[in-house]
């Protein structure tokens, strides 16, 4: 490979909540015991340096000593609508479909203020993306989870007949979703995506879809953006994407959303423009730029494929020596979702118990109550594979 993905990274002492959180960060998992050190397993952030075209952009904008007010490049636009052109064979995109948000939360919480009153129904599919959990319960409004069910292979599909009665119960006219999903690592098959549509389409349901995924694809899937299905989803979906998930850059704040139709998007940028929160940071944008300049799409390539050798290795480890846990292997993202529930109760322990045994031996992994998981872990595979192997290891030996 060209770039480096097997070197371990120091990232202790550089502002990493995922490395420096566990003891004082209040949902990191505890410190291990005396004689184990730490192995981030729980935050969606990438132990990978990132492309270096990044820092060379960042470098070479914070070279000139003056950061004041700017006007956006038309670079930047330029830039996604050829990453999307190439990396997701989107046709037709303009640089008026394009606007920048700071986060994809944010986004999702102006798209459904503009479409939803505190104390409306929103449909969402469960598992839940925990983020989605805490800021439409906290914005006021009411979750309504549509279960994802595992089919004869164990590969968790949409509820369609459960999808449409609960809409038309609850009046719903706004259903968030995620493209690839999270956090079952679901990358969505376009017939799947249409059977939703054709119940969004038949309710009169407004779509906002996070897709900050996308990018990270496993094993020779594709992503197909939700706004392609049909006309109906073009012109009803609002999309959300951000380099930050692909190339490691959350801390940098930055991402944008693909929005065709005018009023929707009026309506939606509004919320950020009204009160003044919404803004670029300079260096964001000329990271953007420098990650989806040429090597960013060689790299973002060969990680995907470290990627898919770290989750294959994984899925395998699981299948052939850890009894009672299951594993559906993901298709997109860079996280496993552990179903614990026969492991627990044919050795009679409780998840926190399982949860605790992991952290104690310096596996940092992530309780799956939050993504509603009964009793389920959330595991970041994204670091060199030795680290993964390691992890595993110490399960086998210390905790299973």
């Not at 060379?56 to 609508?81: L, N, Q, V």
């Not at 990270?216 to 979906?237: D, F, M």
């Not at 399982?354 to 389920?376: E, K």
Request: charged share 20%; hydrophobic share 40%.
């Amino acid at each position: 490979m060209k770039y480096d993905f097997t070197t371990i990274m120091n990232r202790s002492g550089r502002d990493a909540v995922a490395v420096d959180g566990p003891g004082h960060f209040p949902t990191a998992p505890t410190p291990p015991k005396n004689g184990f050190d730490f192995i981030p397993m729980w935050v969606a952030d990438m132990n990978f340096p990132t492309v270096p075209t990044v820092p060379e952009a960042i470098i070479e904008r914070a070279k000139h000593p003056a950061y004041g007010y700017f006007e956006i490049r038309d670079e930047y636009f330029d830039s996604i609508i050829r990453w999307q052109k190439t990396r997701n064979q989107v046709e037709g995109l303009k640089r008026a479909h394009i606007g920048y948000e700071n986060g994809v939360l944010g986004g999702v919480i102006s798209a459904l203020t503009s479409y939803a009153s505190p104390g409306d129904a929103v449909l969402l599919h469960s598992p839940t993306y925990i983020g989605f959990t805490s800021c439409i319960a906290e914005n006021g409004y009411r979750m309504v989870l549509s279960e994802l069910k595992k089919d004869e292979r164990g590969i968790y599909r949409m509820d369609y007949e459960d999808m449409d009665a609960k809409i038309k119960a609850n009046h719903i006219h706004v259903a968030v979703m995620c493209a690839p999903h999270n956090p079952t690592g679901r990358v969505w098959e376009r017939w799947e995506l249409e059977e939703a549509v054709k119940i969004f389409e038949e309710n009169d349901v407004v779509v906002i879809s996070d897709e900050i995924w996308s990018d990270i694809l496993l094993n020779g899937y594709r992503h197909i953006p939700v706004q392609s299905v049909n006309e109906y989803a073009r012109e009803h979906t609002a999309a959300f994407y951000a380099p930050s998930k692909t190339f490691n850059l959350a801390g940098l704040i930055g991402s944008y959303h693909i929005i065709y139709n005018q009023a929707l998007r009026d309506r939606i940028q509004s919320k950020g423009a009204k009160p003044h929160y919404n803004s670029m940071n300079v260096l964001s944008m000329h990271a953007l730029m420098g990650a989806y300049r040429p090597e960013g799409y060689e790299w973002v390539d060969e990680l995907c494929e470290t990627l898919s050798g770290n989750i294959n290795y994984a899925c395998e480890y699981i299948a052939e020596r850890i009894n009672g846990v299951s594993v559906t292997k993901p298709e997109g993202t860079y996280m496993l979702y552990l179903d614990c529930t026969k492991w627990c109760a044919d050795h009679g322990k409780t998840l926190d118990e399982l949860l605790g045994a992991g952290w104690d031996v310096g596996v940092g992994w992530q309780d799956g109550r939050a993504f509603h998981g009964p009793c389920h872990i959330r595991m970041n595979l994204a670091m060199p594979l030795v680290r993964v192997q390691e992890a595993f290891d110490r399960l086998t030996r210390y905790v299973f």
